[in-house]
């Protein structure tokens, strides 16, 4: 595919994931919450999520309002933590993280990105990287209010 295709392509998935969020709506009795906001833009993201009795993230709901990139991240992120373990779910967000720094993915890694790889040309522009990594820093701060290290 030539790299304008691929561009479009991308561009497609985030207008996708903005139109149509994956899992909108939160959670009645979440195991997880957090609440995610971001002071410079006013990008906001809720995610609710929900655990099985083996330990792995059964469903997902998110609310939250912005920008085409921090509520496509945020759509996007919610279909691939399911069936995810909590140290997957960081182990991803990790992962998701340092392709935002820039650090190239392996072919494997992009696999296991999927959809994500749609926002690998958000590191271009400084300032939209923080709203690509809202909805993961608000996980991310579910998961720690889960485990107890709650602030």
Not at 61 to 78: E, P
């Amino acid at each position: 595919m030539q790299l304008d295709g691929l561009d479009d392509l991308y561009q497609e998935i985030i207008l996708d994931h903005h139109r149509s969020p994956r899992n909108h709506g939160l959670l009645s009795a979440p195991d997880l919450s957090a609440k995610g906001f971001n002071p410079f833009c006013g990008d906001q993201i809720v995610l609710t999520a929900g655990l099985d009795a083996h330990g792995h993230i059964a469903e997902v709901g998110v609310d939250g309002q912005g920008c085409a990139i921090s509520q496509a991240s945020a759509s996007i992120m919610s279909e691939l933590l399911k069936g995810k373990t909590l140290t997957d779910v960081e182990a991803l967000a990790g992962l998701f993280k340092d392709l935002m720094q820039g650090q190239e993915p392996t072919t494997e890694q992009e696999e296991a990105l999927g959809e994500l790889m749609a926002l690998e040309g958000v590191q271009r522009f400084p300032v939209r990287i923080k709203c690509a990594l809202l909805a993961w820093s608000t996980l991310q701060d579910a998961v720690t209010g889960y485990r107890g290290g709650g602030k």
